[in-house]
């Protein structure tokens, strides 16, 4: 039987889990500002503690949901970037956040684990591709939207005057008043207080997973570890999220030091306009896997995207504010594809090869510490370019990839025909 309530409320859950996670971007100007870190390298540790915690939790999660409820894992997992939220909104310094990042992330890494086979259980499994492309909008949506709201909390609250309304009198009397950013992390909490509230008070439809969906056994890690195209899509889907990264932490510290532009406003829309791309570009891409082979819309993909990287990073501050967001589009169908690939590479095991691959999302946690590193000692734009390298490498799978079974296509001259 089709739960559609619940349906909205994974819709709900996604919109949560993007707004908070997707804002460390436009942040990192300011951190690196107000906790005066000298090295861009220490900014770099921030999404990397969060990414790290990917890596910890992906194959314990999967173990989680065979064991506990799904409510107990929703529970669970929203309930670490609460007591992460709360610990930075209470201490707001350095060392504090990059517990907080690790916490938040400990919990979205269960999350995610969780609500897809949820949304295939709740929603029907004829209705389960609908159902994630539009996760995948709500998604993009909020990550588009957080930071505006961002902009207009720092604006609030930094701009004296008493006619202001009563959530931002409210925030005004709890957050530092040099650091007026931190509101977020106040309103982070509020959010997932009400998020808690809402499953405790609902009821979740049973699952019965997959074999795709379960972490499976030991042997089946051992044999999956002795084929080298374990390793190959292990270091794709860890290069994919090491560029999404290393791009999108950087943009508004790159826009603000080589084109004056102010990270708590321009700065952040261009990031939010970055992650709203990349939602819209997922659509696109399910129309482009229809039409072509997923080999040949990964060699475009990650080529365009290399080449507005360069014009993003060696362009006028026109041509760099327009070709940032449009590198989200261009990579937006990276990981579905890399993914794909993989999975389709093996005959058996594949829940416990979908574990593996989801740890290679450390690439998250090793990508904004590299431009970090590589921009204390080149300065930032070169040190993006080693986002090229690690394009480079998604081109080469889509060259020695060699799946068992390729997307089913269909021949646009067909689909022409049959519409007359």
Same mark, same amino acid.
């Given at each position: ?8 409320l ?7 889990i ?5 804002i460390? &971007? ?8 107000? @906790?005066? =870190? %000298?090295?861009?390298t220490?900014?770099g ?6 990414? =790290?915690?990917?890596?910890?939790m ?6 989680m949901? $065979?064991?506990l409820s799904?409510? #107990? ?5 929203? *309930? ?6 709360l +610990? ?11 517990a ?12 995610q ?6 949304t295939r259980?709740a ?10 492309v ?13 930071p ?11 701009i004296?005057?008493?006619d202001?309304? @009563? @959530?931002?009198?409210?925030l ?7 650091l007026?950013w ?5 309103? @982070? ?6 998020i ?6 609902n009821?979740?439809p049973?699952?019965?997973l ?5 972490? !499976? ?6 044999t /999956? ?17 090491? *560029? ?5 932490n ?15 406003? $321009?700065?952040?829309?261009?990031? &939010?306009?970055?992650?709203?791309l ?7 891409? +399910? ?9 040949i ?9 290399i080449?507005? /990287? ?5 362009g006028?501050?026109k041509i760099?504010?327009f070709?940032?967001? +449009?590198?989200g589009? #261009?990579?937006s169908?990276?990981f ?7 999975l389709?590479s093996?005959? %058996? ?16 946690a090793? !990508?904004?510490v590299?431009?970090g ?5 080149f ?7 080693a986002?090229?390298? *690690? ?7 889509s060259?020695?990839?060699?799946p068992?079974?390729?997307n %089913? *296509?269909?021949?646009? %001259? ?6 007359r």
């Open positions: 039987m089709r739960n559609y309530k619940v349906v909205a994974i819709m709900l859950f996604w919109f949560v993007s707004f908070i996670t997707n460390l &971007g436009p942040l990192i100007p300011d951190i690196i500002s107000n @906790f005066d =870190l %000298k090295q861009f220490l900014a540790y921030i999404p990397m503690s969060f990414f =790290l915690a990917y890596a910890v992906s194959i314990p999660a999967g173990i949901i $065979e064991k799904e409510k #107990t894992v929703l529970l669970i997992g929203f *309930t670490m970037p609460f007591i992460g939220s +610990l930075f909104a209470l201490i707001p310094c350095y060392p504090v956040l990059l907080s990042c690790f916490i938040i992330g400990l919990g979205m890494a269960m999350l684990t969780v609500i897809n086979p949820l259980v929603g029907g499994e004829e209705n389960f591709a609908f159902f994630s539009m996760g995948q909008l709500v998604f993009g949506f909020a990550s588009f939207i957080s505006f709201v961002y902009s207009y909390l720092v604006r609030e609250l930094t004296p005057g008493t202001k309304n @009563f @959530f931002i009198n409210f005004a009397g709890i957050t530092p008043e040099q007026p931190v509101s977020l992390y106040w309103v @982070f909490t509020m959010i997932l207080i009400v808690l509230l809402i499953v405790i008070g009821r979740f049973k699952m019965t997959k074999d795709d969906e379960k972490s !499976g056994s030991l042997t089946s890690y051992k /999956l570890l002795r084929n080298k195209y374990v390793y190959l899509f292990f270091l794709g889907i860890f290069c994919y999220v090491a *560029t999404e990264q290393g791009i999108a950087w943009i508004s510290k790159f826009l603000e030091d080589y084109h004056g532009i102010d990270p708590q406003n $321009e700065g952040a829309s261009i990031v &939010g306009s970055f992650w709203g990349m939602s819209l570009g997922c659509v696109l891409g +399910l129309l482009l896997l229809k039409l072509f082979d997923s080999k819309v990964l060699r475009y993909a990650a080529s365009f995207s080449i507005l /990287l360069l014009c993003a990073l060696f006028s501050t760099s504010m070709c940032f967001p +449009l590198i589009f #261009t990579i169908v990276i579905s594809i890399v993914m794909s690939l993989g389709n093996v005959s %058996k095991y594949h829940g416990s090869f979908a574990g593996i691959l989801c740890s290679g999302i450390v690439g998250g090793v !990508g904004p590299i431009v590193f590589l921009a204390d000692i300065g930032l734009r070169v040190a993006m370019l986002m090229t390298i *690690t394009l480079g490498y998604i081109i080469s799978i060259f020695w990839a060699k068992l079974v390729s %089913k *296509t269909v021949s646009l %001259k067909k689909i022409l025909h049959h519409k």
